[in-house]
């Protein structure tokens, strides 16, 4: 009887996960193509790869990731990840921390994150980013912030702002990324989005 117990609490388990099963995929930085699976609420892996060959070359990175919550206003990611040309030109590797808080009924929203990261050329490199939020409607925020990590491969301290649209489950972010030089010429428009289905 206790097997039969322990083998009942199993499956239940087992497909208590299933059901929570999610897979994404999406848009980083107009750049890279994202998809993952996470199997339940808190681990998963995420696979990136570029868009369009630069320099005669493909990038690829993966890596897992594991979510957490504080409590009902504070959640966050951690995640390490390895990345390379198919060619072997380059490599890099690194983690990444990502913190997330709401306040007075999420109508403001803090998101910090903070990445070590390796490049087999540029050497270490510690991102940061720290962006706020303002949702003044159900689906739809504005949000503003700074940033170091690299959009692209190279680290530049940057300005970003934008908006992000929310539906169900998909959300849409275009964003404008411009130097804290401010030097104009090198500004840069970016369409994140992320499709999540669950199953």
């Not at 005669?56 to 951690?78: C, E, M, T």
């Not at 070590?116 to 925020?141: C, H, M, R, T």
């Amino acid at each position: 009887m206790k097997s039969l117990k322990s083998l009942i609490f199993s499956l239940t388990l087992v497909a208590g996960n299933a059901l929570a099963s999610v897979a994404f995929v999406g848009v980083e930085n107009s750049k890279y193509a994202i998809a993952g699976f996470r199997p339940g609420e808190n681990v998963g892996v995420a696979l990136m790869h570029s868009l369009w060959i630069q320099d005669a070359s493909q990038y690829v990175r993966l890596g897992p990731f594991y979510r957490f919550r504080i409590n009902d206003n504070v959640s966050g990611q951690y995640s390490v990840f390895y990345g390379t040309t198919y060619e072997r030109s380059y490599y890099d590797y690194g983690a990444d921390l990502y913190l997330n808080a709401l306040f007075f009924n999420r109508l403001i929203e803090l998101d910090g994150r903070f990445r070590p990261q390796y490049d087999s050329d540029l050497k270490f490199n510690y991102g940061y980013e720290f962006v706020g939020k303002i949702s003044g409607w159900k689906e739809i925020a504005v949000f503003g912030g700074i940033k170091n990590i690299p959009e692209y491969r190279k680290s530049e301290d940057r300005f970003l702002a934008g908006m992000s649209f929310s539906v169900k489950n998909l959300s849409v972010s275009p964003e404008i990324s411009i130097p804290t030089n401010l030097k104009t010429q090198y500004t840069r428009i970016h369409v994140n989005f992320l499709y999540e289905l669950s199953f």
